[in-house]
């Protein structure tokens, strides 16, 4: 237990005048002073900490914020900056600390400072990159940002792509360009919409593809029945000749085709689907290829993982989350598209008060005809300025050194008698179980022993479901190892925590 | 021209390990120097401006960045946090300043230095509010931001609510919850698509409504054909007598009616539709109703101004825009419902990975059911802390600030020979038109002049489609007043300027 004391701790006096403007003379000066301080904040409340996460249960957790903030979070009346202070160390003491080499659950890094700090930017100055005069210095640099992702990927000179909220955004957005590229065949569906739409459409993807895709069909109207699960291989990754054989099966009077999405770096596996293979497939049967990188766009940046997205640049539509493998805060996802004129059947738009035609023949254009958000942060400054300081080199080098640990946590599992490799390593991830002495017990231990270190705030590894010993959905552990400061004795370390909680819940003790 | 030569310029030397990650100790003590260089080089880009864009046309500012990034911004090798400070200078000299006074365009607010540098808190930590253990404090002050705003827009208990990623992601899921709520009666549309929906959704909106209902409906593949514009009064309000009517037009056999969106705050005018009539219509019709309070919500925390709003908690959900009228930088746009349930059939999901039941009996649940997004930066970090410091009262005042310029604006143009009162204030808008001596040239004149303004970097002016003179849609002017550090002589000096513009426009003399 390393909370201090029973509550959140409140610091400090009030700095500044809390109704400054950030871009004002007086406003940056004193923000400056401010982050500073917010920084010394967290500072200290990381200080006690013991683990990844503060040794508190849920419910812990609530009683200590409902005693910081009796009242809310939405008084009537300020407090001034000293509650910013607070809320900054309150923060610090019982957030995920992802900085910590014991946080291996999620595909969410430890962001970058030099990114963290570029990040005020945005916030400074408030720019929005749908309209010109609304962040005109925002929007060039948004537009380089993307032509350089474009390069990497193997796209040409046609290529464009914008900024997202999210990799399910993204998602979302290529498979409603897809939904209108094949609508467009049978009728104008952006203004009639679906009902009359008649066939039934079809999305094809791995059985392992994130569950965004589903979600986006349910969204997008085709319903989540659309998606048709393509079986896998040994290594987790889409069977190419199952996908062919599931295209050759389609109706064309009743069914309607509207992508196959490949997806470069599974959420549990880091498995990237065969992309030149896929690519053929689809293009056979002319059906659009939507590549869900969100987790394997990383290799873009690295020598020795960049061959895993060959093929990548045949895809008509990309999604890369650079808020996961370039060690960015979220967010930062990119939707890239092979065509840039993809975009336009489907966000394409003019609008008298943002951009119309006469402006945009004057030059004074946004990137509002990308995106399906209006107003939208600037949060491709943060993304060059970790590119100009960092270089694609230093990106490469951080995925490079998290799959060397996932390596070697691959060999101390495959080596400890009381765990089971369940996927070897592709980009960062070790999918295992902890081995039960009761076989029939592994799902309750395996969750169970989770919690505790939960519990303990020791260490955060993830979880997953995957096959078991009958081939029915069972309880797994996973390590997603994105801290590149991580030594292999912390993987060690974080092993035997792993190992210590399984035997404590096996024998019963107390969390 | 204000530009300092020919270049953006680049400043000082490199600082940190470009490699620390921000919540390291080492990181989050060279995060905190960093941001404040950052601010320096700010507020020296800033310095040397004389308005509030830069004197440069969109093809010198593409030159002037081609020329600072010869090599684009993704290049292989970095080049230290001293291109950090390069980014954040020229950032500085060329972004809107939307601190100047005379930066009256977009509902796009200078933002709070308090809001920005808590913001850091969102960068420092990547928490995410997906789940509990990707950001389990970041989680519990989402739910308690909402839950305060909330009780301000009168909702009850059962009521909850999600931040998004801006009023057009809000507006979308809005509609999506209405949609699958009006499916539900007919089968099940979020497996089966709209295929099948065999009925014509309809929703309705005045024709003053935010363009992302049209596009929320083409996205949700209800067709933009199914928006049913309600006319207006001659303060811009949706007509409820004729709400009413439309609705008893409805053919139950072949048209299913999805949703009413009322507008409280629209884009251009600042116009609230009758709240309490449009509920009472839309209950007896037995109709969802959403209010898109993107603009107005700012109202709730005014005493002055929340009159406007009252029947706002008889909505079945609200967007709200807290990057507008409670001047946060993007995002932090919040949706709410009545019911919370209401999000359940959407967006409510169990993943393996994410949220399993026995977690969620454990307690370790966080907010993924209620959001569209996976991964969700802690946005409500900064909002809270912004409340915490200034109170909704500190808030409120800003807005009751800009609302008197605005009606100090709204006096002056009327008293002003070559100006147009066009639309009077109801929030902090006022549309207007400069009055060409050729009332046959006011279009160009009008679009001309802004331009002009924008090329000479002095002053940063809206602009819409209004009913001419004719009746027909004709260029006019806005200021959408959102600084209230600005002062009633700012406002006067900018409408000379627009008037100078106008003259010179007409006199047909060079930029």
């Known amino acids: 237990m390393t909370m201090p004391g029973s509550a959140l701790s409140a610091p400090a006096s009030p700095l500044l005048d809390p109704g400054l403007l950030a871009a004002a003379p007086t406003g940056l000066a004193e923000l400056g002073r401010l982050v500073h301080e917010i920084a010394r904040e967290c500072a200290d409340g990381l200080r006690g900490r013991g683990g990844p996460l503060p040794a508190l249960s849920p419910e812990d957790l609530t009683g200590l914020v409902d005693a910081q903030f009796p009242d809310g979070v939405v008084p009537r009346n300020g407090a001034g900056t000293g509650a910013v202070l607070a809320l900054a160390r309150a923060c610090a003491q019982t957030t995920v600390d992802l900085a910590d080499p014991r946080a291996a659950a999620h595909l969410q890094p430890p962001s970058l400072a030099v990114a963290a700090a570029a990040d005020v930017l945005a916030g400074i100055f408030n720019a929005s990159v749908d309209t010109w005069d609304s962040g005109p210095y925002a929007v060039e640099i948004e537009r380089r940002l993307v032509k350089g992702i474009c390069g990497l990927a193997g796209y040409g000179p046609e290529s464009g792509g914008v ?20 609508a467009a065949k049978l009728r104008d569906v952006r203004s009639g919409g679906l009902a009359g739409f008649g066939q039934e459409p079809l999305v094809f993807c791995s059985e392992l593809a994130h569950f ?65 293979e896929v690519a053929a497939v689809a293009r056979e049967h002319g059906v659009r290829l939507h590549v869900d990188a969100a987790y394997g766009c990383g290799a873009l940046f690295s020598d020795r993982l960049r061959p895993l997205l060959d093929g990548i640049g045949e895809a008509d539509t990309i999604t890369l989350d650079l808020h996961k493998t370039a060690w960015q805060p979220a967010a930062a996802s990119v939707l890239l598209a092979r065509d840039a004129a993809d975009f336009a059947p489907t966000t394409g738009l003019r609008v008298a008060y943002l951009n119309p035609d006469d402006d945009g023949e004057a030059g004074y254009d946004g990137l509002l005809g990308l995106s399906l958000q209006t107003t939208r942060r600037a949060d491709a400054l943060k993304v060059a300025a970790t590119f100009l300081a960092l270089g ?88 997603t190892l994105l801290n590149p400061q991580t030594r292999t004795t912390d993987v060690d370390g974080l092993l035997d925590a792993v190992v210590r909680a399984g035997r404590a819940v096996e024998e019963g003790s107390a969390a």
Chains 1, 2 share one sequence.
């Open 212 to 276: 965004s895709v589903a979600r986006a069909c349910a969204v997008l109207g085709l319903g989540e029945d659309a998606v048709r699960t393509v079986p896998v291989d040994g290594r987790h990754r889409m069977r190419p000749e199952a996908l062919d054989a599931m295209l050759r099966r389609v109706d064309p009077d009743t069914q309607l085709p509207v992508a196959v999405v490949a997806t470069a770096g599974t959420t549990d596996y880091g498995s990237v689907d065969p992309l030149p």
């Open 163 to 182: 900024l997202t909220s999210g990799g399910s955004a993204s998602n979302l957005q290529a498979l409603l360009v897809a939904r209108d590229a094949a």
């Open 392 to 479: 694609t080199d230093g990106i490469g080098a951080m995925l490079d050194a998290c799959h060397d640990l996932a390596r070697h946590a691959e060999r101390a599992i495959a080596a400890h008698p009381r765990l089971a490799l369940t996927a070897g390593v592709t980009l960062s991830t070790v999918v295992f179980r902890y081995v039960a002495g009761d076989p029939s017990a592994s799902d309750h231990v395996n969750g169970e022993l989770r919690r505790r270190l939960l519990r303990a705030g020791a260490a955060l590894v993830g979880r997953t479901d995957a096959p078991g010993d009958d081939g029915r959905p069972a309880v797994h552990l996973k390590l």
